[in-house]
């Protein structure tokens, strides 16, 4: 039996495990068994926690159902450092992800924020297939054209529209994630800006599908739309508003680095036989 944690961030849900006593056998098969959300247990992506190597207090391997794996994770991130302040009885951690080393924080009203890095905007580290104006991708699909690609470890695509609620992301957001610009996939993020200056998003996440947050996506919006010049994010967080609640963003001006902050959840602890 192998003990397991569920946790989500804004009903981004996580099953996690503790590998830095013993590593955890996790051939594809296996992580597309667990991932099932009606023989096994279901999550949005699984994360491992493995000894560090860069002197962070621990890694963080990031899996989608799909089998694949992510360079980064927001909303996970938060959930693990959660747990690691805890056991070390601290307010702040630091997460080494493929992404690099994030450190962490927990708040007085017991949020928790993560230090994302600086974006990737260049077209090779988003990665795009070729050299295009990533503020401006040519891609048109119906009602989506004109996005932004923003790396933040993962790669995003950002579409601004009238309307998030109306788009049809369960059909198109896979054809997005599949654009040949795209060579390793993408996440895709639909977004409209509210009369309350609160950006509404919706999310489909590559390897897994539509979620109800994303923290990697919510911190590409931000960007996506400062530099367009929809929102001034640098100053104070802007909120952007998920399915699963709200997260608050960050664009600091003085290191280039983007700050999330939100709620975590723990929901249950449990054993698995897969
Ligand atoms: N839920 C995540 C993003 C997880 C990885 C993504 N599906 C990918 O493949 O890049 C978040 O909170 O950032």
Same mark, same amino acid.
């Given at each position: 039996m192998l003990a397991f944690r569920k946790m989500h961030g804004l009903g981004n849900d996580f099953v996690v495990l503790d590998a830095r006593a013993k590593p955890v056998d996790l051939p594809e098969s296996r992580i597309r068994a667990i991932g099932d959300r009606h023989r096994g247990i279901g999550f949005d992506q699984l994360l491992v926690i493995e000894p560090p190597t860069d002197g962070s207090t621990a890694f963080m391997r990031i899996y989608n159902p799909d089998g694949s794996e992510a360079q980064a994770c927001g909303n996970g991130t938060r959930c693990v450092a959660h747990l690691l302040m805890d056991e070390a009885g601290s307010d702040e951690v630091a997460v080494q992800t493929r992404r690099g080393r994030l450190p962490s924080y927990r708040n007085s009203d017991g949020t928790v924020s993560v230090d994302m890095g600086a974006p990737m905007l260049d077209w090779q580290d988003i990665p !795009? @297939?070729? /050299?295009? /104006?990533h503020l401006h991708l040519p891609i048109e699909l119906e009602v989506l054209h004109d996005p932004v690609a923003v790396g933040m470890g993962n790669p995003h695509c950002v579409f601004f529209v009238p309307d998030a609620e109306a788009v049809d992301l369960s059909r198109l957001g896979p054809q997005i994630e599949h654009h040949p610009m795209f060579p390793e996939r993408t996440n895709v993020e639909v977004a409209s800006l509210g009369p309350d200056g609160v950006l509404r998003l919706r999310v489909w996440e590559r390897? @897994?599908?539509?979620? !109800? @947050?994303?923290g990697s996506g919510t911190c590409a919006t931000a960007v996506a739309a400062h530099l367009r010049g929809h929102v001034d994010a640098s100053e104070q967080p802007i909120r952007i508003r998920v399915d699963g609640g709200e997260l608050a963003i960050q664009w600091r001006q003085d290191d280039g680095h983007v700050i999330m902050t939100g709620p975590i959840a723990t929901s249950f602890l449990g054993e698995m036989a897969l």
């Open positions: !795009l @297939a070729r /050299d295009v /104006d390897g @897994a599908g539509i979620t !109800l @947050a994303c």
